[in-house]
């Protein structure tokens, strides 16, 4: 199986998102699956990985992050014509994508997840997040069976959101304690 990771850290920057990435990314290639990573770039990765596709930032956008934040391992990536065509050339170079796994909800992310339409490939996705509730608008049953099972094993109540208009419907996903509190805010 290939899997195309997206993610918007670097695998060569320090965090848990990343060593998540990382450690999913050497366990599926000991089990033999290729593995292609997309990420925003980072200036000081010691060694270029083969597997690593570095997606280009918005330029103004990064540049005035990087001057404005107190950290400079994160980059700014949008999913630009640029990089769907970077996207492309490697999936296209690197054979066929089974499954795209996208982690997180940035740039990279939804780069990750337009790419998987454009081909036809299925979607994992995996929010990392110090948020103890979610919610998202305007998403499919198919966008969210598998969480909501893993939510559901794991204690957390999943509520359908209604239609808002101009809002579509959507779920929120929270602890027992906080999802009236929470569905009282945004349903």
């Known amino acids: 199986m290939h899997v195309a ?3 918007d850290l670097h695998p060569a920057t320090f965090g848990g998102a990343q060593i998540s990435v ?32 570095e ?28 990089n769907r065509a970077l996207i492309d050339e490697a999936f296209a170079a690197r054979g066929p994508i089974d499954i795209v796994h996208t982690q997180g909800d940035l740039g990279v992310a939804i780069a990750g997840m337009e790419a998987a339409r454009r081909h036809g490939i299925p979607v994992v996705q995996t ?23 893993i939510c559901e094993s794991a204690g957390l109540e999943l509520r359908h959101l209604n239609p808002a208009p101009p809002m579509d419907a959507g779920i929120l996903v929270a602890p027992p304690a906080l999802a009236d509190a929470l569905a009282s805010l945004v349903d």
């Open 22 to 53: 990382d450690t999913q990314r050497r366990a599926l290639e000991q089990l033999g699956h290729q593995v292609t990573v997309f990420t925003a770039p980072f200036a000081k990765t010691p060694d270029p990985d083969p597997c690593i596709v």
């Open 55 to 82: 997606l280009k930032p918005v330029p103004v956008i990064a540049r005035l992050a990087q001057i404005l934040s107190k950290y400079d391992d994160y980059v700014l990536v949008w999913p630009s014509k640029t």
């Open 5 to 7: 990771l997206f993610t």
């Open 127 to 149: 929010k990392h997040t110090r948020y103890d509730a979610y919610f998202e608008r305007g998403i499919k049953t198919w966008d969210y069976a598998a969480g909501a099972l």
